[in-house]
């Protein structure tokens, strides 16, 4: 299982990660007790899976396409606890709420619900980030390349999909990454999840109306979450006193 953990060391694992959910999607994952994955070419980036897109040559010069890119699937986490970009971003009508949970408990829950591929087709690692000078000297690297697209352990195809150009380090993602054994017509891939367990602390927009975060939580309590709930007070202003 080491093996599924890319870029990340053994002490980080239980290292304290962080994702923010439109309400819509917090409200599912207790209803529909599942996570979402979706496929990277709904991602942003257009070099995080370069890979996938890429066309290869063989040596007498017949173009390919690597037959593996519908298989993938993904969902970008953080380990910095928060930031006031990280809100406007993802929260940017204030309603968003941000979940907390650790490396090894987002992994487990997708590796212990998998099938008899899991070891193959689970993974979860820490995004590295390059030039973008170094991002096309990957892309046109034959060797690099036929490594990736033929390795059997399945690491070498996801850790294609843990490279971002360094524009993008203040993000300082995690991804989780399913391989399906085979190529889904969805663009999305669901599993099942216990909400209460994998997740460790609730936060609330820092802008969001008090009214409202207070009748969310209370429904929360009601649905049995019994950890940590809170609203952010990243914009909460300090009481100054000062002797004169």
């Not at 995080?48 to 690597?66: P, Q, S």
Request: glycine share 4%; net charge positive; proline share 4%.
């Amino acid at each position: 299982m080491k093996r599924n953990y890319i870029n990340i060391k053994s002490e980080d694992l239980d290292q304290p990660i962080y994702r923010i959910f439109s309400k819509s999607r917090f409200i599912e994952l207790f209803t529909t007790k599942k996570l979402t994955l979706v496929k990277p070419k709904l991602w942003d980036d257009p070099f995080e899976n370069f890979i996938m897109n890429a066309t290869g040559k063989t040596n007498d010069g017949l173009k390919f396409k690597v037959g593996f890119r519908e298989k993938y699937y993904g969902q970008c986490w953080t380990t910095k606890r928060e930031s006031d970009a990280m809100w406007r971003i993802y929260s940017h009508d204030t309603t968003g709420i941000k979940v907390k949970t650790t490396i090894r408990k987002l992994f487990n829950a997708l590796y212990d619900q998998s099938d008899k591929f899991k070891d193959i087709s689970c993974f979860i690692g820490k995004v590295q980030y390059f030039s973008t000078p170094k991002l096309l000297e990957l892309l046109t690297d034959p060797e690099t390349m036929m490594s990736n697209m033929t390795d059997s352990t399945g690491v070498g195809q996801a850790s294609t999909l843990l490279l971002k150009r360094i524009a993008f380090s203040h993000e300082k993602e995690i991804r989780i990454i399913y391989s399906s054994p085979r190529e889904l017509d969805l663009d999305i891939f669901e599993f099942p999840i216990d909400p209460h367990d994998l997740i460790d602390q609730i936060v609330f927009d820092p802008r969001i109306n008090y009214n409202t975060y207070k009748k969310d939580k209370d429904k929360l309590r009601l649905w049995g979450y019994k950890k940590g709930i809170v609203r952010s007070n990243l914009y909460k202003i300090p009481e100054l006193t000062f002797d004169m």
